[in-house]
Nanobody
């Protein structure tokens, strides 16, 4: 399994980025796919995800700003980041987990078994 994240970069506060995660070795429509982020000196935290069923779920603080979607034909999960704030600065990771995991697990890293390498998002003030 490989998860290749891309799309990060440097953006001013209020700007937007679109992150992509291309999966190989698995079919994303049969897995729960999640996005996490980790800022320097902080623990990895959940951002948002999309279940195998297509239902999405996200961290409360990013609702209305971040949107997760998937393109089954491209086997790709995307995270649209809008109205970015300096506190959104982090390395963003995509992850894949078994569809058998329960919903509460999907908000934590233990809900996922495979991880991508991360892409850096830096928001300047």
């Amino acid at each position: 399994v490989q998860l290749q994240a891309s799309g990060g970069g440097l953006v001013q506060a209020g700007g937007s980025l679109r992150l992509s995660c291309v999966a190989s070795g698995l079919t994303i429509s049969t897995y729960n796919m999640g996005w996490f982020r980790q800022a320097p000196g902080k623990e990895r935290e959940f951002v948002g995800g999309i279940r195998w069923s297509g239902n999405t779920y996200s961290k409360d603080s990013v609702k209305g700003r971040f949107t997760i979607s998937r393109d089954n034909a491209k086997n790709t999960v995307e995270l649209q980041l809008n109205s970015l704030k300096p506190e959104d600065t982090a390395v963003y990771y995509c992850a894949a987990g078994s569809k058998r995991k329960i919903l509460s697990e999907l908000f934590t890293p233990r809900g996922y078994d495979d991880w991508g390498q991360g892409t850096q998002v830096t928001v300047s003030s």
